[in-house]
């Protein structure tokens, strides 16, 4: 089935580094990927659509210049939290549409912890 | 109003026992209806797709009703690996999906 690989899994910074995620297609080319955030206890909640070639659409109250989407190819999307405090920390999570009849694949999550 | 409702739990049953969850969501444009797994620190798995049908896999049922927009699953004879918090899931026009905030479960031996 298809695969969604992102890395890192978990990452710790101190507050005001940026950390970039990644997010790859193995055996598809996703032309659209989505960025979630999940704090505990909550649900998902959609940050923004990435799109290759073109810029991302955020969701209302996400930062664009904090969080930052890069889908330069057809099988990588990243985001880039910049200057990151305390209160970013959270679940970020993409998924990859495969096509209209294959679901959505998640990729495994990334754990990001500010100190 | 949240988009998609869930009772949030936590459901405690003993092995065995048959649980069933509901869902409300709030477009009536809504198009797929899922419900995915997810458990702890970890991404979530989709479960089954929802049709208006009703549609079964194995120990699981899952329902639709559009008119009153509302989605169920049924567990039978559960098992300890079913503990994990259940995701009602649907679109709404746009590609993306929207997530209900979770049911736990826990299996109990």
């Known amino acids: 089935g298809a695969v969604v690989s992102q890395h890192p899994s978990w990452v710790i910074c101190k507050s005001g580094t940026s950390v970039k995620i990644e997010c790859r297609s193995l055996?598809?080319?996703?032309?659209?990927m989505f960025w979630y955030r999940q704090f505990p206890k909550q649900s998902l909640m959609l940050m923004a659509t990435?799109?290759?070639?073109?810029?991302?659409?955020?969701e209302q109250g996400v930062e664009k210049d904090k969080f930052l989407i890069n889908h330069a190819s057809l099988t990588l999307s990243t985001l880039t939290v910049t200057s990151a405090h305390p209160e970013d920390s959270s679940f970020y999570i993409c998924?990859?549409?495969?096509?209209?009849?294959?679901?959505?694949?998640f990729g495994s999550g990334t754990r990001l912890t500010v100190v | 109003r949240k988009e998609v409702e869930q009772d949030p739990g936590p459901f405690n049953v003993p092995e065995g026992a048959t649980v069933a969850f509901n869902c409300t969501y709030s477009n009536s444009a809504s198009q797929s209806f899922f419900w995915y797994r997810q458990d702890c620190r970890k991404e979530p798995k989709l479960l089954m797709s929802v049709y208006s049908s009703g549609n079964e896999d194995g120990r699981f049922t899952a329902q639709l009703n559009r008119a009153s927009q509302y989605i169920s699953l049924l567990i039978r004879d559960s098992k300890l690996s079913d503990s994990a918090t259940y995701l009602c899931v649907v679109t709404t026009g746009r590609r993306a999906l929207t997530f209900g905030s979770g049911t736990r479960l826990q299996v109990q031996p």
């Open positions: 990435s799109n290759e070639g073109s810029k991302a659409t955020y």
């Open positions: 998924s990859a549409e495969q096509g209209a009849n294959y679901g959505y694949t």
């Open positions: 055996d598809f080319q996703a032309t659209t």
